[in-house]
Each structure stands twice: as structure tokens, then as C-alpha cells.
């Protein structure tokens, strides 16, 4: 059986306080970037949504890939803090910094935190803190 590696990165981060919104489009050419980036295919159409619960005011998204999904949520606070949250998942090894690197150029990370967490079928998983926060992260083995 060949060795499988599965990745998943998130991301949480607070960002460029200029930063104004997260329209469809701009998702959309987003997730082409970081798909030709990390050299994966879309599943299927991008799912974006604009928030309804206004206590909570951002956009959506999750886009479905050949190999899994990711998904990021935008959300502006009435105090003027901005966040983001991060997620994508695959079973086929992609570039983690490279991520990270799109993340910030488009959003403009600044204080961020995350995890990234490694399994192989021929391996014990890895869990690692990453981000402008990062500490050790103590993980069992077997």
C-alpha cells in the first residue's frame, strides 16, 4: 500500500484592521491562488455566504477539493477588530507556509495562532503550534 499523508492547517488570526470585506469574487480568486498554490482541484463550486446574524457580521466560505475541503470564516467586531478563521484539510501533502504566506498577503496577519497537525499511514502523528504565538504542544505517541 503506498504512504498516505494527511495534512490539516488552521489558522486564527486577527488581521489588517483596514481590511473591509470578503465579497464573493474576492473569495473566489482567493481559493484559485491557494489551490494552484498548493497544486490541488475544486470539488465542485465555492460556497460562500454573507453573514445573517448580524452579531457576527462577515462572510463564509468552504470550498470542496478533490482531496478534502478548506474553509475560512471573516468576521468584523463592532470594536474594529478583525479575525479570521482558517481550516484546510487534505490527504495529499501541500506546503503549510506557502499557506500561511497567501493567508497574510491577503489579509494581513497579525497576531495569529495555529495548529498543524501531520499523520501517515507509516508514522505516529505530529502536532505542532505554529503562528506569531506559538508554544510546544505536548502530544501523545504511541
Same mark, same amino acid.
Given at each position: 500500500?503506498?504512504?498516505?499523508e /494527511? @495534512?490539516?492547517?488552521?489558522v486564527?488570526a486577527? @488581521?489588517? &484592521?483596514?481590511f473591509?470585506a470578503? &465579497?464573493?469574487d #474576492?473569495?473566489?480568486?482567493?481559493v484559485?491562488?491557494l489551490?494552484?498554490a498548493i497544486?490541488?482541484k475544486?470539488l465542485?463550486p465555492?460556497?460562500?455566504?454573507d453573514a445573517?446574524?448580524?452579531d457576527? &457580521?462577515g462572510q463564509?466560505?468552504?470550498?470542496?477539493i478533490?482531496?478534502?475541503h478548506?474553509?475560512?470564516?471573516?468576521?468584523? /467586531? &463592532?470594536?474594529?477588530?478583525?479575525?479570521?478563521?482558517?481550516?484546510?484539510?487534505?490527504?495529499?501533502p501541500?506546503?503549510p507556509?506557502?499557506?500561511?504566506?497567501?493567508?497574510?498577503?491577503?489579509?494581513?496577519?497579525r #497576531?495569529? /495562532?495555529g495548529?498543524l497537525?501531520?499523520?501517515a499511514?507509516?508514522?505516529?502523528?505530529?502536532?505542532?503550534?505554529?503562528?506569531?504565538?506559538a508554544r510546544?504542544v @505536548?502530544v501523545a505517541?504511541?
Open positions: 500500500m503506498a504512504k498516505l /494527511h @495534512i490539516h492547517i488552521t486564527n486577527r @488581521i489588517d &484592521p483596514n473591509k470578503l &465579497p464573493k #474576492d473569495a473566489g480568486r482567493f484559485d491562488k489551490l494552484k497544486n490541488m475544486p465542485g465555492l460556497n460562500w455566504a445573517e446574524d448580524l457576527f &457580521p463564509s466560505f468552504v470550498q470542496m478533490t482531496t478534502s478548506c474553509s475560512l470564516h471573516f468576521f468584523a /467586531h &463592532p470594536n474594529g477588530d478583525k479575525e479570521i478563521y482558517f481550516d484546510l484539510y487534505s490527504c495529499k501541500f506546503d507556509e506557502e499557506v500561511v504566506r497567501l493567508l497574510d498577503e491577503k489579509f494581513g496577519l #497576531d495569529w /495562532h495548529t497537525y501531520t499523520r499511514t507509516d508514522s505516529a502523528p505530529e502536532v505542532r503550534m505554529i503562528g506569531s504565538q510546544e @505536548i505517541r504511541n
